[in-house]
Each structure stands twice: as C-alpha cells, then as structure tokens.
C-alpha cells in the first residue's frame, strides 16, 4: 500500500487572500462603471440646460405680461428725476397685458392701455396691404426698442380728454422733454396725428 501523502494546509493569510479573490467585486464607488457614471452626469447636464431654456423663455414671454415693469430684473431702466417712468417692455402677447407694446402708438404701461399722442402708426390687428403690415410690424418694434433705452415721462395734454373712445388714458411720451413719437416719424414709420389718417396702403 502506497502512502498517502498530507499536504500541509495553506496559511491563514493564504487562505484569506484566496477567499477574496473569490468574492465577486462590489461597483465602484458612486455605483457602476466610470461610462455609466458619465452618462448619469450627462443626463443631468442635458436637465440643468432644459430647465435653464425653459426659464429663459418663460422669462421672455412673462415680461411681456404681468411681470415687465418689476424693477428687481436687470435689464429695466431706473427712472431719474428728469422722468420718473420706466419699465422693460416687451411686444404683447397673449392675455396679459401690463407693460408691452401694441403698436407704434399703443401700449399697455402698469396696467393701463394708453395711447401714445401726436402720432398716427400703421396698423397691425387689421392692416389695410402688405405693406401696412409690414411697417406696422417695425413700428411696433421700434417704439419697444425707444421705450427700453431709458426712463421717459407721461403726460396729459390739456387740449385732449383724459380718455377717448376706447378708453384708452391719452398721453404724451418725453425723454428729456423730446416727444419720442419724433423718432417714429424720422424713421418713416409713423405720421403727425391727423383726424382723417395717413394712407398707409397709397
């Protein structure tokens, strides 16, 4: 009979070492592989820049609205003791209409629809041709763009009502006492008022 020959058993250390080789590996830290982890970062960078669109956008359309004459954003002019309105107007859109422009001669200031004295601008809800259309568009833009270069003065003209048909507050628009309107009517998009009106389509 042959003799059985014992292997000496495997040290401790041996037999700990071996044992963890074994032990199937837990994730990295921050849980699973470094490719998993960038595609979680770039799913959270892709939400970080929708939300920050979705704020810019919301943000555009609601000056517009309600919120266009709140001070605190930065983009809204200070008032001076020259002219003591100012506000960030946009073009309105949708129901809300509290600081924004209608037209070259209408706009909506803290609530209030007032038309703007001493100039007749194209139409643009119901323009008479293409090219009222068009010119209304640009006036429409332009007074916006005055409007937004700094703080300007509203006041009534003792000759008119405070109102007219339309209930509308009539009222003279100044920047250091110059008639903003002026601009429109260099530019060619706007005509001195008169009662008859100017023939856009002629």
């Not at 820049?49 to 359309?61: F, N, P, R």
Request: glycine share 10%; net charge positive; aromatic share 10%.
């Amino acid at each position: 009979m042959s003799n059985i020959l014992k292997f000496r058993r495997d040290p401790k250390w041996m037999r700990e070492l071996k044992r963890k080789a074994r032990a199937p590996k837990p994730p990295p830290r921050g849980g699973g592989t470094f490719w998993k982890r960038a595609l979680r970062a770039i799913g959270r960078w892709r939400l970080a820049i929708l939300i920050a669109i979705m704020l810019i956008v919301g943000a555009d359309s609601y000056r517009g609205g309600a919120a266009a004459h709140w001070n605190i954003l930065p983009w809204t002019p200070e008032p001076t003791a020259t002219d003591a309105e100012a506000a960030w107007f946009q073009i309105c859109k949708g129901a809300i209409r509290y600081t924004c422009v209608i037209d070259g001669d209408t706009i909506w200031y803290r609530g209030e629809k007032i038309r703007v004295l001493g100039i007749d601008a194209p139409e643009v809800s119901s323009p008479g041709c293409p090219r009222e259309e068009e010119l209304g568009e640009r006036a429409t833009y332009a007074l916006r763009d005055i409007l937004n270069e700094g703080p300007f003065t509203l006041s009534r003209d003792g000759f008119e009502p405070n109102r007219d048909i339309y209930d509308r507050l009539l009222r003279r628009v100044t920047r250091e006492g110059e008639p903003i309107a002026e601009r429109l009517i260099w530019q060619g998009l706007a005509v001195r008022y008169r009662a008859a009106g100017p023939g856009w389509c002629d």
